[in-house]
């Protein structure tokens, strides 16, 4: 058997950038095939896109790679999007990337090579910096990340983004993860086999924005967090334990001024400031907790991470020609 790639799309209203994202894929599939022998495919995951997109992906044509299209009952969000075509991918190794025009296809050959000729298992690529950023994204990121690989046996890289290859044993590895919150540049990372960082420039977005404002980014690096590390939970009880430490401090010079010099205790302000110290960490700290009950309660649920509505496969013209030609000889 010929070994193969598909390649992973999610798409969410996507609809004016595709036609040549394809031409593009169908390019670098004809190279891939000739100089390699590859099966190339191209999975679509129309994620509940409320334009084209959808019949645009229809109408493309399958030439020199095999296009599948897989349709979303709604819009279910990124991560979803990209289990749904993990899910549907045919061909062994599979290759993630953004259908907005940021993750160049003339990459794929590169990230081919480093699975072929040098066996790597998860090829990820990574910003080479993030200078054009703004301040708030960095920070963010450190701590979030901080936070991620805090005390854990396994660190996440920073930066990694979700252009990436997965050779066919670290592809079936990842799908027999069964969370239901899926972080899923953590996953990648997680299942370990032989990792290969690259750095490139990620593009600009030829076309639309971002899905991913300020606080969408907040939410799915809570998200992230709490799906994939404790940290948070052990953080809550170094505070406790650093607070109940201050207190006793507290308490002990408190005990010594009255012992020794006499002086009278000024009781009513410091107990409201410590009462509300108390207060709210503990509400924060309550929250937390909540996080990851809801969590469980998400994984106990069970519920699909998606809905499929329609699905179509189209087998490339060009193979299948070759094919009928072989067999004629
Ligand atoms: N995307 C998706 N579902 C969503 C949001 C985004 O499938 O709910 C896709 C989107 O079409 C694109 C990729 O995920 O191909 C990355 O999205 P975006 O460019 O908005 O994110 P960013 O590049 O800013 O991280
Ligand atoms: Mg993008």
Do not use: C
């Amino acid at each position: 058997m010929t070994a193969g790639l598909s390649i992973v799309v999610p798409l969410y209203n996507e609809a004016k950038g595709l036609a040549s994202l394809h031409a593009s894929l169908a390019e670098v599939a004809r190279a891939l095939t000739q100089t390699r022998g590859l099966r190339v495919e191209v999975v679509y995951v129309d994620d509940g896109s409320h334009d084209e997109t959808f019949h645009i992906a229809q109408a493309l044509p399958a030439s020199a790679l095999d296009v599948q299209i897989v349709s979303l009952s709604r819009n279910f969000g990124k991560e979803a999007a990209l289990a749904a075509g993990l899910d549907h991918a045919r061909f062994g190794a599979v290759l993630f990337m953004d259908g907005d025009g940021q993750h160049s296809p003339d990459l794929i050959a590169r990230l081919v090579a480093y699975w072929l000729d040098e066996g790597y298992d998860v090829v990820y690529t990574a910003k080479a910096h993030r200078a054009n950023e703004p301040l708030t994204r960095r920070l963010g990121g450190k701590l979030f990340y901080t936070l991620l690989n805090w005390g854990s046996r396994h660190k996440i890289p920073e930066d990694a983004g979700d252009f990436r290859l997965l050779s066919p044993r670290a592809a079936t590895a990842l799908r027999a993860m069964p969370e239901r919150n899926r972080f899923f540049k953590g996953l990648a990372s997680w299942i370990g086999f032989r990792q290969k960082r690259v750095d490139y420039e990620p593009g600009e977005r030829e076309h639309g924005k971002t899905t991913f404002g300020l606080t969408s980014l907040f939410v799915l690096s809570i998200e992230g967090l709490t799906s994939f590390s404790v940290a948070p939970l052990r953080l809550a009880s170094l505070l406790g334990v650093l607070l109940a430490a201050t207190a006793l401090l507290f308490g002990a010079s408190m005990l010594f001024e009255v012992l020794f010099y006499g002086v009278a205790v000024p009781g009513y302000p410091s107990m409201v400031v410590g009462l509300m110290v108390l207060g709210g960490v503990q509400l924060v700290m309550i929250g937390v907790v909540g996080e990851y009950i809801g969590k469980i309660l998400s994984e106990i649920k069970a519920r699909p991470v998606y809905f499929v509505a329609e699905h179509s496969v189209k087998t490339a013209q060009e193979r299948s020609a070759d094919a009928t030609r072989a067999a004629a000889e």
